[in-house]
C-alpha cells in the first residue's frame, strides 16, 4: 500500500524523518524561551499524532515494507527517494550513568551516556517478549 494514496498524498514517513530538522530551523528563528517551548510541544504533539496513524495502520502480519513513497529524485540517472516501513524498533539504546564512588561524582564528562548492545540485551529482550505477549505481534 503506498501511504501517498493511503492519506490523500500525505508523505507521513517523510513528515516524520524531516519534520524535527524543520521544527528545529524554527525553534532557532524564535527569540522567546516561551515560545519555543509552545512550539516545542506543538510540534511534538504533532509527531505523535501522525506517529499514531502510522500504528494504527501497521500490518504486523507481513515482512513487506509498507506506507512506501516512491518519488523520482533524479530521473536523468534514474535515482530515486523511496522510504518504507518493514518493522517495529523497540529498544536501541538506554541513558546511563557512570559514578565515581570515592568522588561521588560522574565519571562520564556530560553526565550520562548511552549504553547499547550486549549492556541493554537483557531489557531489549523484556520489552520484545511484553510486546508480544500484549499484541501478539510476531517475533
Known amino acids: 500500500m ?3 494514496e493511503a492519506n ?3 508523505p507521513l514517513l517523510s513528515i516524520l524523518i524531516l519534520g524535527p530538522l524543520a521544527a ?3 525553534a532557532a528563528l524564535i527569540r522567546s524561551e516561551r515560545l519555543v517551548r509552545w512550539w516545542t510541544l506543538a510540534f511534538t504533539t504533532a509527531s505523535a499524532v501522525f506517529s499514531l496513524k502510522l500504528w494504527s495502520g ?4 507481513t515482512a513487506a515494507y509498507q506506507f512506501v513513497e516512491r518519488r523520482a529524485w533524479i530521473p536523468s540517472l534514474r535515482i530515486e527517494y523511496c522510504l518504507g ?3 517495529l524498533s523497540l ?3 538506554l541513558r546511563g550513568m557512570a559514578v565515581d564512588i570515592r568522588s561521588r561524582r560522574s565519571r562520564l564528562a556530560k553526565d550520562f551516556g548511552g549504553l547499547s548492545g550486549p549492556a541493554i540485551k537483557p531489557v ?3 520489552y520484545v517478549y511484553q ?3 500484549e499484541f501478539g505481534v510476531p517475533v
Open 2 to 4: 503506498s501511504l501517498s
Open 8 to 10: 490523500g498524498g500525505l
Open 24 to 26: 528545529a530551523a524554527v
Open 58 to 61: 501497521f500490518n504486523p502480519d
Open 85 to 87: 516501513i518493514d518493522g
Open 91 to 93: 529498544i536501541n539504546t
Open 124 to 126: 531489549a529482550l523484556r
Open 131 to 133: 510486546i508480544k505477549k
